[in-house]
């Protein structure tokens, strides 16, 4: 099982990324939430990976942290009617600390406006996936680079942000935001404001 892929980030789009290894080049399906934290082109990218095998093809697809690659597997695996695909567009709509702050708390409503979702997926999301998801752990917004394993926050700070970053989205939502768009607008303050930024400053920034 390939778990991880280092080396050169090649070319990129906002559902692909190609590395370069040891004179090959990967091509490896990521969702948008990971495209907005990549390095420039030519710079060293670190993904946490998912190898999906056929029998006519094998496909790579790559996350930002091991947090997102593992609810990934969650979706593929235990979702019914959820395939690689699809769990690669609903990580491309909602970052995975508002996907697991809406299935933990059962918010429907959040899941089933976000684009591509809809009613019945997000219905089978709560029902499916509530007593498998670990103890607050999700995406702490850093950026993709090689020496992320030596700069990333431990697990309970990357908690606190998650649950920050969704607060920070209920936040937008309640004041007329779409899902979509305020999870967007968090993740992007996040990445601006770095680890360790508080709710209010979350908000703030977005609505900025």
Not at 108 to 134: D, F, N, Q, Y
Not at 152 to 162: D, F, I, M, V
């Amino acid at each position: 099982m390939i778990t991880s892929i280092q080396g050169v980030l090649a070319a990129a789009t906002p559902l692909s990324a190609i590395i370069e290894l040891n004179g090959l080049g990967y091509e490896v399906h990521i969702p948008v939430t990971t495209a907005e934290r990549l390095p420039g082109i030519g710079s060293t990218v670190k993904l946490h990976t998912h190898v999906i095998y056929r029998e006519d093809a094998q496909t790579l697809y790559g996350f930002a942290t091991a947090e997102d690659r593992d609810f990934f597997r969650l979706l593929i695996d235990h979702v019914t009617g959820v395939g690689p695909k699809l769990a690669t567009s609903i990580m491309s709509k909602l970052s995975v600390a508002s996907l697991e702050s809406a299935i933990r708390t059962g918010d429907l409503a959040l899941l089933a406006k976000s684009p591509g979702i809809g009613k019945k997926t997000a219905e089978r999301l709560i029902v499916e996936l509530r007593g498998k998801l670990g103890p607050g752990v999700g995406a702490s917004g850093e950026a993709v680079t090689a020496s992320d394993a030596a700069s990333s926050p431990s697990a309970s700070a990357g908690a606190k942000t998650s649950t920050r970053s969704a607060d920070a989205v209920k936040a937008l939502i309640a004041l007329g935001y779409k899902a979509a768009d305020a999870d967007e607008a968090v993740r992007h303050a996040a990445l601006a404001i770095g680890a360790g930024a508080t709710t209010e400053q979350l908000i703030k920034r977005a609505l900025a």
